[in-house]
C-alpha cells in the first residue's frame, strides 16, 4: 500500500503563487512515475502535470508556462510550483503515485483562487 501524503494548499489571490508538497513512505518511490490532478466542483478530475522516474515532465494545456512539477528521490517528495494563479485554477488537487497498473491517491488539498 501506498500512502501519499499532500500539503501546501490554501487561499491566495490571482496572479500569486503556491507550493504544494506531496510526500511517501514508499521504498520503490524512485521508480514510480507521479502525477498531480485536480477537481473542481462540480467538474471531472484531470490530469495537471506529471513527472516519471526518468525526470521527464507533461503539463495539461491550461498550466503549461505556470505550473512546475519536480521530484526529490532523496525526500520521497513531489512538488508543484504553481505560479500566475488564476481564479480557473481553484480545486482540489491530488497527487498520484502509479505502481503496476494501480493507481494511488492522497487526500487532496484544497487550492482557492479569488479575483
Known amino acids: 500500500q501506498v500512502q501519499l501524503v499532500e500539503s501546501g494548499g490554501g487561499s491566495v489571490q490571482a496572479g500569486g503563487s503556491l507550493r504544494l508538497s506531496c510526500t511517501t513512505s514508499a521504498s520503490l518511490f524512485s521508480l514510480m512515475p507521479m502525477a498531480w490532478y485536480r477537481q473542481a466542483p462540480g467538474q471531472q478530475r484531470e490530469l495537471v502535470a506529471t513527472?516519471?522516474?526518468?525526470?521527464?515532465?507533461n503539463y495539461a494545456d491550461p498550466v503549461r508556462g505556470r505550473f512546475t512539477i519536480s521530484r526529490d528521490n532523496a525526500k520521497k517528495t513531489v512538488n508543484l510550483q504553481m505560479n500566475s494563479l488564476k481564479p480557473e485554477d481553484t480545486a482540489v488537487y491530488y497527487c498520484?503515485?502509479?505502481?503496476?497498473?494501480?493507481?494511488?491517491w492522497g487526500q487532496g488539498t484544497q487550492v482557492t483562487v479569488s479575483s
Open positions: 498520484n503515485a502509479k505502481w503496476r497498473d494501480t493507481h494511488y
Open positions: 513527472i516519471t522516474s526518468a525526470y521527464r515532465l
